[in-house]
């Protein structure tokens, strides 16, 4: 299949690379927040085999230049791979995306409900932040 997900046969990973999403894994996932600095950083948790995954995906990427205008630092976990890091999170399905700032958990959207819901949880994670004047710091156990 065309845009394979290295190492993931099957699985079309053209989203992953047009949005520039790093994988993540329970060992990564700190340092990789880290590394998003300052911006607003969004984590698409995703499965093997999951429909709605699949459905998100070729969604966002119909909208590209929409996603792309939220100005996301986007990383992707598969938890289907790293049930250790879907139990931290509290995952009980997926579609799910976490978004953080500085390492902090400012909230989630669980599926894909759109491009308009997106969006208000985008605007309520950095209006989390604006009221934090910027800073929302490390958060124990995120």
Request: aromatic share 12%.
């Amino acid at each position: 299949m065309a845009g394979d997900l290295p190492g993931v046969a099957g699985i079309d990973g053209t989203a992953f690379e047009v949005f520039s999403m790093q994988a993540l894994t329970t060992e990564t996932f700190d340092e990789g927040l880290r590394e998003a600095g300052g911006a607003l950083a969004v984590v698409f948790f995703w499965g093997v085999d999951c429909f709605n995954c699949e459905v998100a995906k070729k969604t966002m990427l119909a909208q590209r230049e929409a996603i792309a205008a939220l100005g996301l630092r986007w990383f992707h976990a598969n938890v289907y791979a790293d049930a250790a890091l879907g139990k931290r999170f509290g995952l009980h399905g997926v579609p799910t995306f976490f978004f953080f700032h500085e390492g902090k958990k400012l909230g989630r959207a669980t599926g894909w409900q759109g491009l308009p819901q997106f969006r208000l949880a985008v605007a309520a994670a950095r209006e989390k932040i604006a009221a934090a004047g910027g800073k929302t710091g490390q958060q124990e156990g995120s």
